[in-house]
């Protein structure tokens, strides 16, 4: 079993050394990109208010609580209880608002679809462009965590892509890669 695996990997590793590969790096890209600097300081500061807005409801809760732990003995049973549904409900407040600002479908995660998306399509679309016009049949994208130990420069596309989206190449220290020395 193990020589059919050997095989087939051997087989794998010998069609893919006939394909011509690229990679880029995004975040390279993306950094010079002033759209997404934008759009990221947009969520950014979104973020930021909401957390702020989430830290008051949460130190609300805990001064509810600390007055009622500093008033229990003083209240009778039915005002402990109004106490305590009051500070189930102030919980739930600050879960249900955490949830609808930073959850999987909250409004955090809707504005960045609505705002990083279409310079991450403008993008992509360039990477296409970049793959047809050299006749790549793969482009990798380091930055989106893709493991390389090593990399020829000659396969770097990222500064190809930055010129098909209009982005300047000539900044100095940007180089994406020296591994290929």
Same mark, same amino acid.
């Given at each position: ?74 209240? =009778?049973?039915?005002?402990?209880? !109004? &106490? /305590? *549904?009051? @500070? ?6 600050? %879960? ?8 999987? =479908?909250?409004?955090?995660?809707? !504005? &960045? /679809? *609505?705002? @990083? ?6 993008? %992509? ?57």
């Amino acid at each position: 079993m193990r020589t059919f695996f050997f095989i087939l990997a051997i087989s794998a590793l010998s069609s893919l050394s006939a394909q011509k590969t690229g990679f880029i790096d995004s975040d390279l890209i993306l950094g010079k990109m002033p759209e997404y600097k934008s759009a990221q300081k947009q969520l950014d500061d979104l973020a930021t208010k909401w957390q702020q807005d989430a830290a008051e409801l949460q130190q609300k809760l805990d001064q509810m609580y600390k007055d009622y732990k500093a008033e229990e003995v003083l209240l =009778t049973s039915d005002q402990k209880r !109004k &106490r /305590e *549904e009051s @500070i189930l409900a102030k919980e739930k407040e600050l %879960f249900q608002f955490r949830e609808d600002k930073f959850g999987q =479908t909250g409004e955090l995660f809707k !504005k &960045r /679809e *609505e705002l @990083i998306k279409p310079v991450q399509d403008k993008v %992509f679309d360039a990477v296409q462009k970049v793959a047809k016009k050299e006749g790549l049949d793969f482009i990798f994208d380091k930055a989106g965590g893709a493991l390389m130990m090593y990399a020829n420069v000659k396969y770097d596309k990222t500064f190809e892509v930055m010129e098909e989206l209009g982005i300047p190449t000539d900044t100095p220290g940007t180089t994406p890669v020296n591994s290929g020395k």
